[in-house]
Antibody, heavy 122, light 110 residues
Framework: QVQLQESGPGLVKPSGTLSLTCAVS?????????WSWVRQPPGKGLEWIGE???????NYNPSLKSRVTISVDKSKNQFSLKLSSVTAADTAVYYC???????????????WGQGTLVTVSS | QSALTQPASVSGSPGQSITISCTGT?????????VSWYQQHPGKAPKLMIY???NRPSGVSNRFSGSKSGNTASLTISGLQAEDEADYYC??????????FGTGTKVTVL
């Protein structure tokens, strides 16, 4: 079955750019799914960041849109997240997840990666 | 987009039933039957429990059920068990082609 694994630096300096990658195994990133990033600050709730289709089409959370870029690398079967101008408020566990597609919508997320903690600190 | 509203905490004794609400707007919960629910134990990734308002994925106990009325969706856990103690989040597709999560509910088994 499909498995997702996040990777990237666990510590990012303020004003820098957070970069994470999600490797997809057991299935193709070119399947009919959207691929999402979700984050969770320590002790807080889930926040959807954005998603990408294998064609490169993206949708972003309006509150983060100006700082977020999600890209896909079909040759490596992975997708990536870049979040610029980070502050301590961006400290969170970042998850990647597969979004199931129904006509014109994503209706649920499964599976999820195990998550990776990114701390923004000097 | 604003997070969907859930109660911060719900508790119940073993064997009882509890219900968690998830209130949104006509642009998300009320406008689509694309509400899903996730269970999250401490330090773990969320797990899909309900999709499309009331459908259970294979392997999820039939003690979990979902429903929706207007702009509010609900998750009911019947026959509450100790292993059900966790955080629960709802999620919905929105009219902006985005996703929004609920504020989260901590379920305590007394």
């Amino acid at each position: 079955q499909v498995q997702l694994q996040e990777s990237g630096p666990g510590l990012v300096k303020p004003s820098g750019t957070l970069s994470l990658t999600c490797a997809v195994s057991g299935g193709s990133i070119s399947s009919s799914n959207w691929w999402s990033w979700v984050r969770q600050p320590p002790g807080k709730g889930l926040e959807w960041i954005g998603e990408i289709y294998h064609s490169g089409s993206t949708n972003y959370n309006p509150s983060l849109k100006s700082r977020v870029t999600i890209s896909v690398d079909k040759s490596k079967n992975q997708f990536s997240l870049k979040l610029s101008s980070v502050t301590a408020a961006d400290t969170a566990v970042y998850y990647c997840a597969r979004g199931n597609v129904v006509p014109a919508a994503v209706n649920w997320f499964d599976p999820w990666g195990q998550g990776t903690l990114v701390t923004v600190s000097s | 987009q604003s997070a969907l509203t859930q109660p911060a905490s719900v508790s119940g004794s073993p064997g009882q039933s509890i219900t968690i609400s998830c209130t949104g707007t006509s642009s998300d919960v009320g406008g689509y039957n694309y509400v899903s629910w996730y269970q999250q134990h401490p330090g773990k990734a969320p797990k899909l429990m309900i999709y499309d308002v009331s459908n259970r994925p294979s392997g999820v106990s039939n003690r979990f059920s979902g429903s929706k009325s207007g702009n509010t969706a609900s998750l009911t856990i019947s026959g509450l068990q100790a292993e059900d103690e966790a955080d629960y989040y709802c999620s919905s597709y929105t009219s902006s082609s985005t996703q929004v999560f609920g504020t989260g509910t901590k379920v305590t088994v007394l």
